[in-house]
């Protein structure tokens, strides 16, 4: 079959970082600058741009200063994350927070990672609620929680039309909240028709799909039917239980196989972008791994004769579909 030639990868920074944990609580890692993970980065020529993290990497005082050091090093701002998860005012929620003054808060993050996309150049912001939700019953009044996050994310879409940057919305079912609103691909789609904007659309982290219990295949093919609403992807791997951030391909390689063909199939043009935490790993040499996995996957895609896979597929045969995997990917 046809594979993209010109695909790029990515990273996140909090890959290269301390990698701490509730029981480590200074991490598994020693500290580094945002130059030293930077330039470690960049020794991988594979990595052509990086997902920064609002206030983690970066912020209004530092946005400058962080986008010398990229340029310095020759590599991309594919997308920035807004910060409505890490600050104690978020500890009941965002912009859900019966709080007046987290929501304002929360608002203002928003709108503040549009401004440093700008910045950096990059025509992308992550919206990731993962402290609105709830985690008893009776908690929240579920339509006035789901209409904040609506109306943040169209109001966000509007002012991010106006410097041509797009809205992309990550979804997760939980941690830390025990049920997060925006916990899945239908579930976020629901919320970008909801809001009606063109730039508005579906970030899939594999990991998160896993826990929400998706085919994240199938969430590939929603998203294409929604109207061509993937705009962004994490990859990395999990047992489904837990949001473990494992390198790619490492527990579940078949539906990673079936995931980078669902890929080409829709004509996803984003980068691919790793999203681990390698607590006890090497993370050089995990996302380097990661890396070739993907490679590898899909130069053995691009062996297969596509009609092959389309007759597979018309057919519904689990059996030859079985035996394709083991014929091309098990030699």
Same mark, same amino acid.
């Given at each position: 079959?046809?594979?993209?030639?010109?695909?790029?990868?990515?990273?996140?920074?909090?890959?290269?970082?301390?990698?701490?944990?509730?029981?480590?609580?200074?991490?598994?890692?020693?500290?580094?600058?945002?130059?030293?993970?930077?330039?470690?980065?960049?020794?991988? !020529?594979?990595?052509?741009?990086?997902? @920064?993290?609002?206030?983690?990497?970066?912020?209004?005082?530092?946005?400058?200063?962080? %986008?010398?050091?990229?340029?310095?090093?020759?590599?991309?701002?594919?997308?920035?994350? $807004?910060?409505?998860?890490?600050?104690?005012?978020?500890?009941?929620?965002?912009?859900?927070?019966?709080?007046?003054?987290?929501?304002? @808060?929360?608002?203002?993050?928003?709108?503040?990672?549009?401004?440093?996309?700008?910045?950096?150049?990059?025509?992308?912001?992550?919206?990731?609620?993962?402290?609105?939700?709830?985690?008893? +019953?009776?908690?929240?009044?579920?339509?006035?929680?789901?209409?904040?996050?609506?109306?943040?994310?169209?109001?966000?879409?509007?002012?991010?039309?106006?410097?041509?940057?797009?809205?992309?919305?990550?979804? !997760?079912?939980?941690? +830390?909240?025990?049920?997060?609103?925006?916990?899945?691909?239908? !579930?976020?789609?629901?919320?970008?028709?909801? $809001?009606?904007?063109?730039?508005?659309?579906?970030?899939?982290?594999?990991?998160?799909?896993?826990?929400?219990?998706?085919?994240?295949?199938?969430?590939?093919?929603?998203?294409?039917?929604?109207?061509?609403?993937?705009?962004?992807?994490?990859?990395?791997?999990?047992?489904?239980?837990?949001?473990?951030?494992?390198?790619?391909?490492?527990?579940?390689?078949?539906?990673?196989?079936?995931?980078?063909?669902?890929?080409?199939?829709?004509?996803?043009?984003?980068?691919?972008?790793? #999203?681990?935490?390698?607590?006890?790993?090497?993370?050089?040499?995990?996302?380097?791994?990661?890396? #070739?996995?993907? %490679?590898?996957?899909?130069?053995?895609?691009?062996?297969?004769?596509?009609?092959?896979? %389309?007759?597979?597929?018309?057919?519904?045969?689990?059996? %030859?579909?079985?035996?394709?995997?083991?014929?091309?990917?098990?030699?």
């Amino acid at each position: 079959m046809k594979i993209r030639e010109n695909i790029e990868f990515g990273t996140t920074i909090a890959l290269w970082a301390q990698c701490p944990d509730r029981f480590l609580s200074q991490g598994y890692k020693g500290s580094s600058t945002f130059e030293d993970k930077i330039k470690l980065i960049s020794k991988n !020529k594979d990595f052509k741009g990086v997902d @920064l993290y609002g206030d983690w990497d970066v912020n209004r005082d530092n946005v400058d200063e962080v %986008k010398e050091i990229l340029e310095k090093y020759n590599l991309k701002t594919y997308i920035v994350t $807004a910060d409505v998860n890490s600050l104690p005012e978020f500890g009941r929620g965002s912009i859900a927070s019966p709080i007046k003054e987290s929501r304002e @808060l929360g608002y203002k993050k928003v709108m503040e990672a549009i401004d440093l996309a700008e910045i950096l150049n990059s025509d992308m912001v992550n919206l990731w609620f993962g402290q609105d939700g709830y985690d008893y +019953p009776f908690q929240i009044d579920y339509i006035w929680g789901w209409q904040q996050v609506i109306n943040t994310i169209s109001d966000a879409a509007d002012y991010a039309a106006e410097k041509n940057i797009k809205i992309a919305l990550e979804y !997760k079912p939980r941690e +830390p909240r025990t049920h997060i609103f925006t916990a899945s691909a239908a !579930k976020m789609l629901f919320a970008a028709e909801r $809001a009606g904007k063109d730039n508005v659309g579906i970030l899939i982290d594999t990991g998160h799909g896993y826990t929400a219990g998706e085919n994240i295949s199938e969430s590939v093919a929603i998203c294409q039917l929604a109207g061509d609403k993937l705009f962004y992807v994490h990859v990395n791997d999990n047992y489904k239980v837990w949001d473990d951030d494992m390198m790619v391909g490492s527990i579940h390689p078949f539906e990673m196989i079936e995931f980078m063909y669902w890929l080409e199939k829709v004509n996803y043009g984003g980068p691919i972008v790793l #999203d681990m935490f390698p607590f006890r790993e090497d993370a050089y040499d995990a996302s380097k791994e990661s890396v #070739d996995f993907i %490679k590898r996957v899909r130069q053995l895609l691009s062996e297969i004769d596509e009609e092959e896979i %389309k007759a597979l597929l018309k057919e519904q045969n689990g059996t %030859k579909s079985i035996r394709m995997l083991r014929k091309y990917f098990l030699k």
